[in-house]
């Protein structure tokens, strides 16, 4: 069954974390919105990132305590795990999240919830055309004066012997992070394949919930992004947790057998080794759900590898488009696909104001255009020491010295000599301050370390002011805490 066009003032395809609260705000102007959603409201974070995996790591994180109770006075006898137990946990979690947005948008006026598959399809004499394919088998047809996209990524799945493309049905110990997440029993052998956030977040969840864990990355070290110092942290806690990291080595193939499945390994030197592994985890990236959009109908070409390019203000080349989120290639994080979100309504609001100046022909001062190239990405590896970084590490200053001469300064200050580390027992991790030297400006933090996903959050929100390092050396800070030494580091600052 077919049903005929309606139109909307704005259709949203994907309901990623810029879309339910971009539906609100549309709606809150008056506007009619259709928000086109295939599979389950709130994307990735609500459903397969975020929420589930921040919920089994609390999980995971007791169950690490338990096991170190002794270290702090404390008797508690044997320590066993009820993984479906923590499981269950994490779906009653996600599922509430879930339940909870669907009824704000259900309950809001003007929001429609339309289910399937949505795809662009042209244009009409009404605006922009959609098709959106229903579950049930027949289709819906959408017209709408603009068009926002947050459709998000999916897990990249690499071309290796022995292993299908997309989930791998043929064999289903083979799963990315979503299929983890629907397991009911521990695996007994869990084999990573990439060495980055995912992929390490999920190994040391594992790995304290019980099951032998081995990380096989390409590249000399995991966690490639950041600097050596941190990398070596993190490679140091994970392996005294048990977790085996083999660095410059790749999986040439797989071969399922009835009780295992059996991986080929490659290493850098020329060795080889064959593991046996319960499930083998594919953490080697994601890619844009651009490719089945219909973007070609309405002449926008996404780049070579399949996001969309945007301007400051997230529209895209196609006049009345915007792609926000995964999607748009400036940052995979939850926080910025909701910061993008508020760069575009903030920006109506703009258009609002100078309509209405227009109208009633008073002169207002207008703000400028809020800009996505203006902001300095943060974000939390949330392993346990946590990592938090924005802006430049050590690695980055000194590649920008060598190529343009700029001056930087440095400083770094253990974990391990920080009071309330050692208080905590939590001595892991390393704080790092960048700092430009001719305006005396931060540039970039790392914070690896107890609490260093919510500490990082200090330093880049007093990045965005644009004052001194000075101001924050000479504030007075709270005792016992790890940002009191902040002054302390920032007066060891030396040129890089």
Known sequence: MTTAPAHVDALIIGSGQAAPALAMALAGRGESVALVEAHNLGGTCVNNGCTPTKTLRKSARVAHMVRRAAEFGVNTGAVSIDFAKAMDRMHERVNASR????????????????????????????????TVDLPTGGQ????????????????????????????????????????????????????????????????????????????????????????????????????????????????LRVESTSTALRLYIAQADGSSQTIEASHLLVATGRVPNTDALGLESIGLVPGERGYIHTNAQLETAVPGVWALGDI????????????????????????????????????????????????????AMFTDPPLGRVGMNRAMASAEHARSGRQFLIAEHMMRFVSRAKEESETHGVVQFVVDAQTEQFVGATVLGINGDEIIQVVSNYMATGASYRLMRDCLPAHPTVTEFFPTILDKLKTL
């Open 99 to 130: 339940a909870g947005l669907e009824a704000w948008l259900m309950g809001t006026p003007k929001v429609r919830i339309v289910r399937g598959w949505g795809r662009l399809a042209g244009r009409s004499a009404q605006g922009f055309a959609a």
């Open 140 to 251: 819906e047809h959408i017209t709408a004066d603009r068009v926002y996209l947050n459709t998000g990524t999916r897990p990249f799945m690499p071309p290796i012997d022995g292993m299908r493309q997309g989930i791998d049905a043929a064999d289903p110990r083979i799963i990315h992070n979503e299929g983890l997440l629907q397991l009911r029993a521990c695996p007994q052998h869990l084999v990573i394949l990439g060495g980055s956030y995912i992929g390490l977040e999920f190994g040391q969840i594992m790995r304290r919930l019980g099951a032998a864990v081995s990380i096989i990355e390409p590249g000399p070290r995991i966690a490639a992004r950041e600097d050596e110092l941190a990398t070596s942290i993190i490679t140091q806690f994970l392996q005294e947790e048990g977790v085996a990291v083999l660095s410059n080595a790749r999986l």
């Open 328 to 379: 748009n290639g400036r940052g995979a994080f939850t926080h910025t696909s909701f910061h993008d979100y508020e760069i575009v309504r903030d920006n109506l609001l703009q258009a609002d104001a100078a309509s209405r100046a227009v109208t009633d022909g008073q002169v207002r001062p207008l703000q400028a255009l809020r800009s996505a190239d203006e902001r300095t990405t943060v974000y």
